[in-house]
């Protein structure tokens, strides 16, 4: 699916998503990443919500978001209580929903400059590397 919404002055900008893919500016992911306001962090380890841990709270909480949105997937999975509430504990939201369904709601919070990150999980797509661009990648 092709989005646009006027990304008022963003630096990152979801462009468009498939079940395999999110296009991020010119560049399409195909490996599990975390977009904030301020970078892409791309080819994270975690492919499932199953995967995540509260020990992962640190790597997913860069530039102080208010709230996760976790994209996984063709369908909506949740990770472990224990990660719930973990975030819960460090005052940040953590919602789960289909890939598509968390791309659009990024989309809109990003938009009204709401301290948003995105996590998209893909199980995996072994014959595709990501992304296909790095003209305009900000790995930080």
Do not use: W
């Amino acid at each position: 699916m092709r989005l646009s919404l006027d990304d008022s002055g963003q630096r990152f900008v979801i462009r468009g998503f498939t079940e395999t893919s999110v296009r991020v500016n010119h560049d399409e992911y195909f490996q599990s990443f975390l977009l904030t306001p301020e970078r892409v962090v791309p080819d994270l380890l975690f492919k499932t919500a199953s995967e995540l841990a509260p020990s992962s709270l640190d790597a997913l909480i860069i530039d102080d978001p208010e709230v996760l949105i976790v994209g996984t997937g063709p369908r909506t999975l949740r990770a472990s209580a224990a990660v719930q509430a973990a975030f819960f504990r460090a005052g940040i939201g953590i919602e789960f929903m289909d890939t598509g369904a968390a791309c659009r709601t990024f989309t809109v919070l990003a938009s009204e400059l709401r301290r948003v990150s995105l996590l998209v999980l893909f199980q995996e797509n072994e014959s595709e590397s990501g992304p296909e661009n790095t003209s305009d990648n900000a790995h930080v």
